[in-house]
């Protein structure tokens, strides 16, 4: 199994006629994503050929649906029309979406979460996120797809470049799936709901968990791991040598006092059960570790 992603997922792209869009729609493709479908409304009832492979354009995220039973969008809409693209995917109930846009404006993603939230029926991955892969089964984003193989370990990272390192450090282990949350202020999928997700996914044996400087995510997913979670948790945290106050890559990324500082990111971890290894190949090697006990 997976989690948010498998095989029989079917992805649309909104805003795959684009420059980005089809770009990672070829690779998305070539990877084994069955790609159904893109929105834009000003290209409607035009086709886009992949190497061979036409996927046709839809006027709106509703009709892609209906044509086609897509149940997963991808985004790459840029950021001043990002909260209207995901609003139609939610006002479609899409299931999921991801949201790949960097730059889009704080008061637009709290807007088009809560208004996600409240309709209930779609999960947000993102913004700002390289998206998610089910190694072998389907890959919705940019994450390279080469890299490693299915496994049974489940990540979750807010740093993509993170996420594809770590991914590879452990190709030996191979992943069920690896979510890249995304490292904006405020997201929807956070730590927490992939914590809940590969906890629940019998064929996760053990979860691998980034975090970064800035906010208190992680110390929440520590907490939620010491109370629910029975799996083994190994964990890294990015930004100990960032200087205070001090927007470090991420918007999120920022570190006021003793406020989401490494440090106490990697002391609510280890407090949790969760061990924290120093270096990404060290944190690797301790998963190793983990797995060789189960």
């Known amino acids: ?46 086709s ?6 036409p996927v046709p354009v839809f006027g709106s995220v509703q009709e892609a649906m209906d044509e086609t039973g ?12 990002t909260r209207a693209a995901v609003v139609e995917a939610v006002d479609a109930a899409m299931p999921l979406v991801v949201v790949i846009t960097e ?22 991955i993102g913004p700002n996120c390289p998206g998610l892969i089910s190694p072998g089964q389907s890959n919705a984003g940019i994450i390279p797809a080469t ?15 993170l996420t594809y390192q770590m991914m590879y450090e452990l190709r030996d282990l191979g992943f069920s799936s690896a979510v890249g949350i995304g490292g904006d202020p405020i ?19 053990a979860i691998v ?20 979670v029975t799996k083994p948790v190994v964990g890294y945290v990015a930004g100990f040598t960032a200087p205070e106050g001090k927007t470090m890559g991420h ?14 990111k990697k002391d609510a971890f280890e407090a949790a059960g969760v061990r924290v290894g120093k270096t990404p190949s060290e944190t690797a090697q301790l998963m190793r570790d983990v797995v060789e006990k189960l």
């Open 1 to 46: 199994m997976s989690i948010f992603l498998n095989a029989s997922s079917r992805v649309v792209v909104q805003g795959m006629t684009g420059a980005e869009g089809q770009k990672h729609t070829r690779r998305m493709i070539a990877s084994g994503t069955t790609i159904v479908g893109g929105v834009n409304p000003r290209k409607a009832g035009q």
């Open 48 to 53: 886009v050929d992949f190497d061979g492979t």
């Open 70 to 81: 897509a149940d997963v969008s991808v985004v790459f809409v840029p950021p001043a029309g």
């Open 103 to 124: 730059g889009v404006p704080v008061h637009d993603t709290a807007d088009l979460f809560s208004y996600a939230q409240a309709k209930g029926t779609t999960r947000v």
């Open 147 to 161: 890299i490693t193989r299915a496994g049974r370990v489940g990540l979750v990272s807010k740093s993509g470049t």
């Open 187 to 205: 997201i929807g999928t956070t730590h927490i709901d992939c914590l809940q997700a590969f906890e629940e996914d019998p064929d996760t044996d």
């Open 209 to 228: 968990v980034i975090g970064e400087i800035g906010g208190d995510a992680e110390e929440r997913a520590a907490a939620y791991v010491k109370d629910h």
């Open 251 to 264: 918007a999120g990324a920022i570190v006021s006092g003793s406020s989401g500082t490494a440090q106490a």
